[in-house]
């Protein structure tokens, strides 16, 4: 590979996301850090996008229905973990975003620094939404990434926090926004009346919960037969997105007693198209509210199932949109909080054309180097003996990132080879998928019996 300082002036960035939500922030993080305005980007700039081959994989509905994201969906590829840092060998990337779940950015930066590269990419990472649980242990997985972007102010001072806590290199956490806040500043329209609830596929997460949340959501489009009453769902049954939905909404709907009234609706898509058309959107924790936020459409926080750390709900304590459906119900509409959203990187104040101008000042200062330090994560064999060879090998990678014996596949060997091993390869990504998606919860459900 050519010397950094003798690379052409295309800017070439790799985008690997295992998720449909993933991929909409990796994809769009990647426009905003090499774009001034958000906007597709320049001529000089070439963005690919791979999908790390999982049981969260998105299908091709998927993907279309993240939006446009600046990048053909027929130009998208799936990958293994070790095809993957294969590509980064041989195509010579500037810039790499690992838009993944922690441990997946982990065996991405030892596997990196194993290819000792004479000229590495700089390495982007962060959280797709809010940061509700397992700070700690998401934030060290991702340590050792150039940059780690904090969503708000608010994350970007507990990020740091954590690092300093543990003696880590917090240098890397750059304050930024949520990449894919956008769309017009809600208007009220004469004879609209749109209430949606944004499902989330994990919270709540049993049964009676989630056939409770149903259950008042139909009952208030019952009470409001002038209302729309749309129930925005992230996934088809069998589809998985960032997280495992094992009780979809669509077969609760299908028994719930009584039916469906006929101003209720269940609906797919992308979100920005639904919340042009919400007046009031409703959630347990879902990144939709802040995505409403950010477009001044009231929000609402259910506190009916409590205010809890599982639920996520808490992350909104002093927001002032916290509420139940029995005030929803009466005709009630939180006000949101302004000191706690200027905190939170909605940044419906205007601010948000500026939001990521730190972070793509940061990647071209980087970028400028004849050579950057080697990628140095917290977890090491030395630091994490028994808890990094586990997260490394789930991804063929021994301890020290390098592919374990048999988990590089050869090159193919002619176009007919190729074809008959990536058939093979299509039977068994479906009959995985088959076996997580499908038949896995039915045994967990089972074994609860």
């Given at each position: 590979?050519?010397?950094?300082?003798?690379?052409?002036?295309?800017?070439?960035?790799?985008?690997?996301?295992?998720?449909?939500?993933?991929?909409?922030?990796?994809?769009?993080?990647?426009?905003?850090?090499?774009?001034?305005?958000?906007?597709?980007?320049?001529?000089?700039?070439?963005?690919?996008?791979?999908?790390?081959?999982?049981?969260?994989?998105?299908?091709?509905?998927?993907?279309?229905?993240?939006?446009?994201?600046?990048?053909?969906?027929?130009?998208?590829?799936?990958?293994?973990?070790?095809?993957?840092?294969?590509?980064?060998?041989?195509?010579?990337?500037?810039?790499?975003?690992?838009?993944?779940?922690?441990?997946?950015?982990?065996?991405?930066?030892?596997?990196?620094?194993?290819?000792?590269?004479?000229?590495?990419?700089?390495?982007?990472?962060?959280?797709?939404?809010?940061?509700?649980?397992?700070?700690?242990?998401?934030?060290?997985?991702?340590?050792?990434?150039?940059?780690?972007?904090?969503?708000?102010?608010?994350?970007?001072?507990?990020?740091?926090?954590?690092?300093?806590?543990?003696?880590?290199?917090?240098?890397?956490?750059?304050?930024?926004?949520?990449?894919?806040?956008?769309?017009?500043?809600?208007?009220?329209?004469?004879?609209?009346?749109?209430?949606?609830f944004a499902a989330q596929p994990s919270v709540p997460a049993s049964r009676a919960d989630r056939t409770y949340l149903l259950r008042r959501l139909v009952?208030?489009?019952?009470?409001?037969?002038?209302?729309?009453?749309?129930?925005?769902?992230?996934?088809?049954?069998?589809?998985?997105?960032?997280?495992?939905?094992?009780?979809?909404?669509?077969?609760?709907?299908?028994?719930?007693?009584?039916?469906?009234?006929?101003?209720?609706?269940?609906?797919?898509?992308?979100?920005?198209?639904?919340?042009?058309?919400?007046?009031?959107?409703?959630?347990?924790?879902?990144?939709?509210?802040?995505?409403?936020?950010?477009?001044?459409?009231?929000?609402?926080?259910?506190?009916?199932?409590?205010?809890?750390?599982?639920?996520?709900?808490?992350?909104?304590?002093?927001?002032?949109?916290?509420?139940?459906?029995?005030?929803?119900?009466?005709?009630?509409?939180?006000?949101?909080?302004?000191?706690?959203?200027?905190?939170?990187?909605?940044?419906?104040?205007?601010?948000?054309?500026?939001?990521?101008?730190?972070?793509?000042?940061?990647?071209?200062?980087?970028?400028?180097?004849?050579?950057?330090?080697?990628?140095?994560?917290?977890?090491?064999?030395?630091?994490?003996?028994?808890?990094?060879?586990?997260?490394?090998?789930?991804?063929?990678?021994?301890?020290?990132?390098?592919?374990?014996?048999?988990?590089?596949?050869?090159?193919?060997?002619?176009?007919?080879?190729?074809?008959?091993?990536?058939?093979?390869?299509?039977?068994?990504?479906g009959a995985y998928r088959h076996g997580v998606q499908r038949v896995a919860p039915v045994i967990r459900r089972m074994g609860e019996l």
């Open positions: 590979m050519p010397p950094r300082t003798e690379k052409t002036s295309t800017l070439r960035v790799a985008v690997l996301a295992d998720s449909d939500t993933r991929w909409k922030w990796g994809a769009l993080t990647a426009r905003r850090l090499t774009t001034g305005d958000g906007g597709a980007p320049t001529p000089r700039t070439e963005i690919s996008g791979l999908l790390l081959r999982g049981r969260a994989t998105p299908t091709p509905r998927q993907l279309a229905e993240v939006g446009d994201v600046g990048i053909d969906t027929d130009r998208v590829r799936e990958v293994t973990a070790v095809e993957f840092l294969q590509t980064v060998r041989d195509e010579g990337y500037d810039v790499v975003v690992l838009a993944l779940v922690g441990g997946a950015v982990q065996a991405m930066l030892h596997g990196l620094a194993a290819l000792r590269l004479s000229a590495r990419p700089v390495v982007v990472t962060g959280y797709v939404g809010v940061v509700y649980e397992k700070l700690a242990d998401g934030l060290l997985l991702r340590h050792g990434a150039d940059v780690v972007l904090a969503n708000s102010r608010h994350d970007a001072e507990r990020f740091r926090a954590v690092y300093e806590g543990v003696g880590a290199d917090a240098s890397a956490v750059t304050e930024a926004a949520l990449p894919f806040l956008g769309g017009a500043p809600h208007t009220p329209e004469q004879g609209r009346d749109t209430v949606v009952e208030h489009a019952r009470l409001h037969p002038q209302r729309e009453v749309l129930l925005k769902l992230r996934s088809k049954p069998g589809e998985h997105t960032t997280h495992i939905e094992e009780l979809p909404y669509q077969r609760l709907a299908e028994k719930l007693p009584g039916g469906l009234p006929p101003n209720f609706r269940l609906v797919y898509g992308h979100m920005g198209e639904v919340l042009d058309r919400t007046d009031l959107l409703v959630t347990v924790s879902s990144t939709a509210a802040l995505e409403s936020l950010h477009r001044r459409i009231p929000t609402a926080v259910l506190t009916d199932l409590g205010v809890r750390e599982t639920l996520g709900n808490h992350h909104f304590i002093g927001s002032g949109l916290l509420t139940s459906w029995d005030h929803l119900d009466g005709g009630a509409h939180p006000e949101p909080d302004a000191a706690w959203l200027a905190g939170q990187g909605v940044a419906a104040d205007g601010t948000y054309a500026t939001a990521y101008d730190t972070a793509r000042a940061r990647v071209t200062a980087l970028l400028a180097q004849d050579r950057l330090p080697e990628l140095a994560p917290y977890y090491t064999p030395a630091t994490a003996p028994g808890y990094l060879p586990g997260i490394l090998a789930r991804h063929h990678l021994a301890p020290d990132g390098h592919p374990l014996p048999g988990a590089a596949a050869p090159r193919e060997t002619g176009r007919v080879r190729g074809a008959v091993r990536e058939a093979v390869r299509d039977a068994a990504r």
